[in-house]
């Protein structure tokens, strides 16, 4: 098992209720809260805003408790299967994934910049 961590030294850690299938949230994990998780019962994560390490629940009591933890075929991203004792998401909401997706905002329109794009510049350089 080789977990790839990204540039800051994080992996990805999806959490899922385990009996329902159900996304609960995204945080990202570092060796350490890596470590507790899979050592202990609940799971920790790493946050990026305070830059130490996360007990998720500490506050609210909604903890997370690490049912199984699954490490994705490019050993990128960690699932991990939990059984929450509360909402995931710190507005009360069941799932911090409870706002639609109505298109995609103006400002993250892609501009044209497929294989088209290539032709075109090949044209330009033949013309030159």
Avoid at 81 to 108: I, N, R
């Amino acid at each position: 098992m080789n977990i790839k961590l990204n540039e800051q030294g994080l992996v990805p850690a999806i959490a899922q209720d385990a009996d329902t299938g159900q996304v609960l949230m995204l945080g990202y994990m570092n060796p350490g809260s890596l470590k507790r998780t899979v050592e202990g019962v609940q799971v920790w994560f790493y946050s990026r805003s305070r830059e130490d390490l996360w007990h998720k629940g500490e506050i609210s009591g909604n903890y997370l408790n690490l049912k199984e933890a699954w490490l994705d075929c490019d050993g990128d991203t960690l699932l991990l299967k939990v059984k929450p004792d509360g909402p995931a998401c710190h507005t009360g909401e069941t799932s911090c994934f409870y706002t639609p997706l109505d298109g995609v905002p103006e400002e993250y329109e892609a501009t044209e910049t497929g294989p088209g794009i290539l032709s075109e510049l090949f044209a330009v350089i033949q013309d030159r």
